[in-house]
């Protein structure tokens, strides 16, 4: 997630668990501590594609934190002892809000590598990297309980209990539209071995679905408000990688994605995408492997990540979309031939 949330976490974590010693001194730790796995971006791994598949690594894993977290409160209990604050008070409250940042993380489509360095990516795929409606409670909660500061760990335990909640929501909306796709491609017999399903930016009402195929792939939307449970899919070729040999970087980034990459060769360059992130035809992750020279010959090169589209454009579409109007999915790039309607 944004750093403002895992900040506004961190804060309302140390708040709940502060009692009736919370205070605007503890809401700051709080935050800083729930920001801080994310330090690790500022460590350069050699190449654009190292940085993101590396990113919510080990920073992130709860096989370090947990032991993270003791040796900051040891530091903290002998430098800056509290009376009023037990080891195991302090303790839990350094750890949790270590930890509940990759926890959230976990529910974005990233990938987070929560076993570090045991290797795997979990993710849940069921809310967006910025969904205001899992912030606002949090920053609405420390807002209103600094002025009213008896009551302060009050509404951060009610915060996080409406944040947590939302949460609980975005898997059971995920759940409902995993249900409607899967029969939708059972019954037109496509496959359903490789399917991705996750929220379009800000929200948890519409959400994108990339079916892999052999050497093509399929998006469509689905909103849980639509009133025609039919799905339009967009067919779209997947590309092919034009070399023998595969690099490094391609392998790690075939392993982060789970696969869900498309290669394409346009104005001779080579560049390989991850269809997890962004929007049809906006999607975030794009990286140019390589170049062909005069010969026509391909010719790698360090990988490096494209800029990053804007979708300030389709916002409005896509929240028409989200109320359920299907009457749009053109206008959003879908429906293009070939399309089938599902």
Not at 82 to 105: A, E, G, I, N, Y
Not at 143 to 152: F, I
Not at 193 to 199: L, Q
Not at 212 to 222: F, K, M, P, V
Request: proline fraction near 5%; hydrophobic fraction near 45%; glycine fraction near 6%.
């Amino acid at each position: 997630m944004d750093s403002i949330t895992q900040a506004a976490l961190g804060a309302t974590v140390a708040g709940a668990i502060a009692g009736k010693r919370c205070n605007a001194k503890v809401l700051l730790a709080g935050a800083l501590l729930g920001t801080l796995p994310d330090l690790d971006v500022f460590i350069d791994y050699g190449d654009d594609i190292s940085n993101t598949v590396k990113h919510r690594g080990f920073s992130h894993s709860l096989l370090i934190l947990l032991p993270f977290s003791l040796l900051l409160a040891g530091l903290f209990q002998r430098f800056r002892p509290q009376v009023d604050w037990s080891f195991r008070r302090l303790w839990l409250l350094v750890l949790l809000c270590l930890v509940t940042h990759p926890l959230l993380d976990t529910f974005t489509s990233y990938g987070t590598q929560l076993l570090w360095p045991l290797h795997g990516y979990y993710s849940w795929s069921s809310i967006f990297i910025i969904d205001p409606l899992y912030t606002l409670p949090l920053l609405i909660a420390i807002a209103v309980g600094l002025t009213r500061k008896a009551s302060l760990s009050r509404y951060c335990l009610v915060a996080l209990v409406v944040s947590s909640t939302y949460l609980g929501w975005s898997l059971i909306a995920k759940q409902f539209v995993e249900q409607r796709a899967y029969a939708s491609l059972e019954q037109h017999g496509l496959s359903t071995e490789k399917v991705f399903i996750a929220p379009t930016p800000f929200n948890t009402l519409l959400w994108r679905i990339v079916v892999l195929d052999d050497e093509r792939y399929w998006e469509g939307l689905a909103s849980v408000l639509d009133s025609n449970p039919e799905i339009e899919f967009i067919s779209q070729s997947r590309g092919e990688w034009p070399l023998v040999t595969k690099p490094e970087q391609l392998l790690a980034l075939q392993d982060f994605t789970g696969g869900f990459v498309r290669y394409e060769q346009r104005n001779k360059q080579l560049i390989v995408t991850d269809l997890r992130l962004g929007m049809f035809g906006n999607l975030a992750f794009k990286f140019q492997f390589g170049s062909q020279n005069e010969v026509d010959e391909w010719q790698l090169q360090v990988p490096q990540r494209l800029p990053q589209p804007n979708i300030q454009g389709e916002i409005n579409l896509l929240l028409d979309r989200a109320l359920g109007d299907q009457s749009i999915n053109a206008s959003l790039g879908l429906c293009s031939s070939p399309c089938a309607n599902m």
